[in-house]
């Protein structure tokens, strides 16, 4: 005898002919009750799965906010006690031409009005070349982790642009909360 699908629906069980088993649960499912993203999960274990990320997705966030909130704090403290914050400079290369009219590329530092504190340093995946004829890729690399008067993370590698710490187009972080406590902590060891 063919097995009829478990599912409860608000007049009782469904009892449509199954079409497949749930992996998770085990109940029979009919077409109607069969999970759309999984084709082996019935429709009941799927919205639990789905609500259970949700919930994570959202603890997550609100760790990541208080992470940053840790942040502002340690850097309004730093302001509050008088510890100096350097003036940062932006290093931009241009091209020039010298005395002999040959030209050449060098470096020009232009203030930016930020000023800042060194926090520490950051392992980062960055996307680009690692050699002009080799592809695109995601490059591991260790940069600074700057945090200015206002509490605004930023990072930096070798003194060019700056890119903020939640940018993840251009620079990823693995464990961005985690990230976010240490450098709390090393604003914190400032004082």
Known sequence: MPAECDVETASGPCGVLAVGRCSTCGRAFCGSHRALSFADWCEPCRRARLAATAAEGAQREADRADAFA??????????????????IVHREPVWGRNLLGRGRWRHVERPT???????????VERFGKTHPKHDSEWIRETWEAWVDTEGHVRLRKDG???VPIEDRANVRVDDLTATLRTVAASLRSLQ
């Open 160 to 162: 060019a642009g700056w």
């Open 70 to 87: 840790d942040v502002a704090r340690a850097a309004r403290a730093l302001a509050e006690r008088g510890v100096p914050a350097e003036e």
């Open 113 to 123: 009005g930020i000023r800042a504190w060194r926090a520490c340093a950051v392992e």
